[in-house]
């Protein structure tokens, strides 16, 4: 890693665990300078960063407009719905095929993490959530499988911040937990219905119910992922 990229990484970082954590809401601005400020960076390593969010469907950069978090329409958000069911219906395919053993255990390793969570940390739980979905994929050992499904679980965070109602992630922990128990037993028809009835739960929440993201303050905001780092 060059040391170009070394100073990116910590504001790339942190910029997307905020916005996938819903700490940093669609339509906010993201002011180079002010956030150039927050990590002692130039504004060059900035842009850097927003240009990879923004290929990644997170950041929405304009010319002359500077960088904002993207706000999908609900249109695009059923499309990526649509899309994810489907890579996630090969993540299914291909983990049942495998041996269950080393798989099952470091899913219940993140499973009791998200069960941790549950009560006490919001913004880690909504992480968790989507970090179960992506460990899932990169069990199956395709990187290329690995990184769709990590950009489009990204984007649907991102949805879900926009438009989703508030629901109870107890729901969700014990979905993983059926998708687990599935997988454990090799049942690829299981496992499949699972998962599509979980994600059918989670496009159902993304109901327009759009909240007021202005005055969010970006720098206080990042200043704390700066400080905390990953956990």
């Known amino acids: 890693m060059n040391k170009s990229s070394t100073r990116t990484f910590p504001v790339y970082d942190s910029l997307r665990r905020a916005i996938i954590e819903q700490a940093l809401k669609p339509g906010v601005k993201l002011p180079e300078d002010s956030i150039g400020e927050t990590f002692g960076v130039s504004r060059t390593v900035v842009r850097n960063a927003l240009v990879r969010l923004d290929a990644e469907g997170l950041v929405d950069m304009q010319p002359n407009r500077g960088a904002s978090v993207a706000e999908p329409t609900i249109e695009e958000a059923y499309d990526i719905f649509d899309m994810r069911q489907c890579l996630e219906r090969e993540v299914m395919q291909r983990l049942c095929a495998m041996d269950p053993a080393p798989i099952v255990a470091k899913l219940r390793a993140h499973l009791t993490e998200e069960q941790a969570t549950l009560g006490n940390d919001q913004t880690r ?69 699972f998962m599509h009835s979980h994600l059918h739960g989670v496009q159902d929440r993304a109901l327009l119910n759009r909240g007021d993201g202005g005055g969010d303050n970006v720098g206080e905001i990042l200043s704390r992922y700066r400080e905390n780092g990953a956990k």
């Not at 992506?134 to 990204?154: D, F, H, K, M």
């Open 125 to 193: 739980s909504i992480r968790l959530a989507g970090e179960f979905h992506i460990l899932l994929s990169e069990l199956t050992g395709s990187r290329i499988l690995a990184r769709y499904v990590n950009e489009i679980v990204s984007r649907c965070s991102l949805i879900l911040a926009r438009f989703a109602q508030v629901h109870s992630a107890e729901c969700g922990v014990e979905e993983h937990a059926e998708i687990i128990k599935a997988i454990e037993a090799g049942d690829a028809e299981k496992a499949m219905g």
